[in-house]
C-alpha cells in the first residue's frame, strides 16, 4: 500500500496491511530489513532527503531515526 525510494535509488520502503516496512535492495529486491510497527495498517512513507528520517502514517504519525543498516546496501 505504501512505497517510498531512498534518494540514493539503492533501497526501496514498503508498507502495509502486515505492520511492517520492508526494506529492500535495489537492483534484485533483495529484503535487507523489517522493521515492525505494530499500530495498525501502514497508509503511507515518507523519507528525508539524507534518507535519515522515515515518516509513516497509519492511525497516527510517527517520525523515527534510521538506522544506516537498515538503508545502505553495502
Same mark, same amino acid.
Given at each position: ?38 499500530? +495498525?495498517? #501502514? =497508509?503511507?512513507? !515518507?523519507? *528525508? ?14 517520525? +523515527?531515526? #534510521? =538506522?544506516?543498516? !537498515?538503508? *545502505?546496501?553495502?
Amino acid at each position: 500500500r505504501a512505497l517510498v525510494i531512498a534518494s540514493d535509488g539503492q533501497t526501496v520502503m514498503t508498507g502495509g496491511g502486515d505492520k511492517k516496512i520492508h526494506f529492500w535492495q535495489v537492483p534484485n529486491l533483495e529484503q535487507k530489513h523489517t522493521l515492525e510497527v505494530h499500530t +495498525g495498517e #501502514i =497508509r503511507r512513507l !515518507a523519507l *528525508s532527503s539524507n534518507n535519515q528520517q522515515l515518516v509513516r502514517y497509519n492511525q497516527k504519525l510517527w517520525i +523515527g531515526h #534510521i =538506522r544506516k543498516a !537498515a538503508y *545502505s546496501h553495502g
